[in-house]
């Protein structure tokens, strides 16, 4: 539940969320809640569920916000898009967040070479390197590591413990929630000779036991986040190998997701936690990736395309597929391929009986031939 700072009444808050008040405009609440069944005498509860609707009954709330054409029968707000609402809401309510003051704190260690506007926060235990440049009213809180030649823009939050590597540049308006992780070394490593694995794509089962080093290829790119990003907890993206990995403006990445060295994530890309972006993967515009979902690298995922969670995706998919399952493959092939696999087992009993149906019709078969064949030798016995 959420104490609003003074009472509000449906009027007000039918402004702020841009809704239509079904009931007395002057009705006064001081809180809201996103359950009805935990709202108070003097609650608003969002209700965007409809099966919630049917167990207002037994709700205490004073009012109740709820999506264009439901009928309630109690004072309400109707909306268009409920979560659009939400976020209205929330925006003006806001939260109180404990940012560090404008300057540098005591305890952080910041490079002489650095080059930081007069109007950013840096709090407790924060270790800038050589040459980092941080643009006006960025804020960085506690025990947070940039390298050297960092770029970090205008307006950025970066939340405790994020690590950013060398080289790396931040646009502006970033945000990086706790523990996120930029610029780390891609996972790439090359042997001196063909490994025991390049002998078996190759068809070559003559393998070897003797010692074939992995050699870490040099990972000398970087990683550029571009404006009004957002980037979860413990989500980490490697540095190119050359060039840039690169997330594209507006994209808003979940926590634990994993994007790979060379990657390319285009504009307003939504990814959903647990991700997984293997190497040199190229993601358009506006795709949306669900949680858990992976792909293999050298992947070309079209503009707004819509992988659902789990998919494993092992090929290119086109703009504006949906794809489901793993391997991946298209939402109606994919539904299509559940239905006929929830009728198998009935299919296999009618197989099973077709099986013994001519079974037996094989065996009145033979025995009319046979009959067939007596009644003809019977004339020349005679």
């Known amino acids: 539940m959420i104490k609003l700072p003074t009472p509000m009444s449906l009027g007000q808050i039918a402004e702020i969320i841009g809704g239509q008040v079904h009931g007395p405009l ?126 970090i823009g205008e307006d950025c939050l970066i939340y405790a413990g994020c690590m950013i590597a060398d080289n790396v540049c931040v646009g502006n308006r970033v945000i990086l929630q706790q523990g996120a992780s930029l610029g780390a070394d891609g996972f790439g490593y090359v042997t001196e000779r063909p490994s025991n694995m390049e002998l078996r794509m190759n068809g070559i089962n003559e393998l070897s036991e003797e010692a074939n080093p992995l050699l870490k290829i040099p990972q000398i790119g970087t990683v550029v986040v571009e404006d009004d990003v957002e980037i979860g907890s413990n989500t980490t993206i490697d540095r190119a190998t050359i060039g840039a990995t690169k997330i594209g403006r507006g994209s808003k990445i979940d926590n634990l997701v994993m994007i790979a060295h060379n990657c390319q994530i285009g504009r307003e890309v939504i990814l959903v936690a647990q991700v997984g972006v293997a190497g040199s993967c190229n993601i358009g515009d506006r795709v949306i990736v669900a949680g858990q979902a992976g792909m293999k690298d050298h992947i070309h995922i079209g503009k707004d395309a819509i992988i659902e969670g789990q998919a494993g995706v092992m090929k290119n998919i086109p703009e504006r597929d949906i794809q489901i399952g793993s391997p991946a493959l298209g939402a109606r092939d994919f539904m299509t391929n559940v239905a006929l696999n929830r009728k198998l087992p009935a299919l296999f009993d009618q197989c099973k009986a077709a099986e013994k149906k001519i079974a037996e019709l094989e065996t009145k078969l033979k025995e009319l031939e046979q009959s067939k064949g007596m009644s003809q030798l019977e004339p020349a016995k005679k």
Do not use: W
């Open 26 to 151: 002057d009705l006064v609440v001081d809180g809201v809640v996103t359950s009805p069944m935990s709202a108070g005498e003097s609650d608003l509860a969002l209700v965007f569920d409809k099966n919630l609707v049917k167990l207002l009954d037994k709700s205490k709330a004073k009012a109740i916000v709820v999506p264009q054409g439901v009928k309630v029968d109690r004072p309400a707000i109707s909306v268009a898009r409920p979560n659009y609402a939400i976020y209205k809401m929330l925006s003006t309510i806001g939260c109180k967040r404990y940012f560090p003051e404008k300057g540098i704190h005591p305890t952080a260690v910041v490079d002489p070479s650095c080059h930081i506007a007069e109007d950013v926060a840096i709090g407790p235990l924060v270790v800038i390197g050589p040459k980092t440049k941080i643009g006006a009213r960025t804020k960085i809180m506690a025990n947070t590591v940039l390298g050297g030649e960092v770029s």
